[in-house]
């Protein structure tokens, strides 16, 4: 009997020991990781670096509060804002954390300007978090199943519809649009070139706040330290996790302009977030993403795996579409595939199924040869579906 509650259903493997894009488990089997944790671990499995910063970090400071000035707080605040092009960072320990910060500065943005019921637009399909407001969002039912009352004045909008945005113009309470530059649990959904820039000028005509949430696709998954450069756009507020601590849990929520002031002395807060240990390991972690040349190992790897994938499945019949940007991929089928779940761990390959898709988000120092290992694995298990 397990002590643990049912919310996970966790595959029977349990790993021990990982180095690089290898994972280690309890009989010793190796597997090849395409998932990074979920795209958690963008450097690998104990990149040298990094458990440097943490063991150093850990033998001189781990938490004090934010009650005090805490140095690598500060000190990655300024360069995340510099990388971001933004003006201000709060710290939280997840994901929904840094979410939950945005939500908050948008409907601080609402009273700022007399609006009592503040609404934020977001995307069906999309994926922003589990905690109340973020899975209230989150525009899948299945997250909020179970869970009413919901938090409201969420509206839900199609993706990659920028009239079903402007359908809205004329609701006095809008405040924001939340969207993720590409939808990543619902199977990796690129929306049209320029979707964001036409979302950022309905933004700007409306007083609107443009939230992004770059929780997976930020920190080099795309290619670029940020998906949304991809665009030449700075949103209002941008959020990151996953990628920024290699594994140590921190989100980060950053603001710019009229939207970087609004949280007050009082206003926000979080007991762990931002402690001196995973500013470190963040700081050490964009350090070594600009000293290797992450981003262009991302970029060729991205689309060695895509080019071979879309040779090697040109003639399935199974496969209905390819969908990449940088390390962050999906191979749609013609059918549900979750069985090839426990089918590509026998094979001792990591990757994930979401109904019909097979999503990817290798780590961002993947080879060549392991991206070989990616696409053969993955074809073999495509033709037994
Ligand atoms: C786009 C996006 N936003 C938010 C979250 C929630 O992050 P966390 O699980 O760290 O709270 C996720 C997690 O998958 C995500 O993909």
């Known amino acids: 009997m397990s002590y643990l509650m049912s919310n996970y ?36 499995h104990c990149h040298k670096d990094i458990t440097a910063a943490i063991q150093t970090q850990a033998s001189e400071l781990l938490h004090t509060s934010n009650w005090y000035r805490i140095e690598h707080q500060e000190t990655l605040a300024e360069k995340l804002c510099q990388l971001a092009n933004m003006d201000a960072a709060f710290f939280g320990n997840s994901g929904a954390e840094a979410n939950e910060a945005a939500i908050k500065i948008a409907r601080l943005h609402g009273h700022a300007n007399n609006i009592n019921n503040p609404v934020i637009l977001t995307a069906n399909q999309s994926f922003h978090g589990r ?27 199609d993706f990659n519809d920028v009239d079903a945005i402007k359908a809205h113009t004329n609701n006095a309470n809008v405040v924001a649009v939340m969207l993720e530059p590409i939808q990543g649990e619902s199977g990796v959904i690129i929306p049209a070139d320029d979707y964001l820039n036409q979302v ?60 970087a002031g609004l949280f007050q ?37 991205g689309k060695y795996l895509a080019t071979g994938f879309k040779s090697k499945l040109a003639d399935s019949n199974k496969v209905l579409e390819i969908r990449a940007k940088g390390l962050m991929l999906a191979i749609e089928l013609n059918q549900d595939c979750t069985s090839l779940l426990n089918a590509a761990l026998d094979k001792k390959l990591l990757i994930n199924i979401t109904g019909q898709s097979i999503r990817l988000l290798p780590p961002l120092i993947i080879n060549k040869a392991e991206a070989d290992t990616i696409i053969n694995t993955v074809c073999e298990l495509i033709d037994t579906v």
């Open 9 to 44: 259903a966790p595959l029977e493997v349990t790993f021990v020991k990982g180095e690089g894009c290898h994972l280690t488990d309890t009989k010793g089997d190796q597997y090849l990781d395409a998932l990074s944790g979920v795209g958690v671990v963008g450097l690998g």
């Open 131 to 157: 905690t109340m407001a973020t899975l209230s969002a989150t525009g899948n039912i299945k997250v909020q199943n179970g869970f009413a009352p919901l938090v409201s004045e969420f509206i839900h909008i």
């Open 200 to 259: 950022q000028a309905i933004c700007q005509a409306n007083n609107w706040l443009l939230i992004l949430d770059e929780v997976q696709t930020g920190i080099g998954r795309t290619g670029k330290l940020f998906a949304h450069e991809y665009n030449s756009i700075t949103p209002d507020v941008l959020t990151l996790a996953k990628g920024l601590g290699n594994g140590v849990p921190i989100g980060a929520c950053l603001a710019k302009g009229k939207a």
């Open 265 to 301: 002395p009082g206003s926000h807060g979080s007991t762990f977030g931002g402690n001196p240990l995973v500013c470190q390991t963040a700081l050490s972690v964009l350090k070594v993403i600009e000293k290797d040349d992450i981003l262009s190992n991302a970029i060729q790897m």
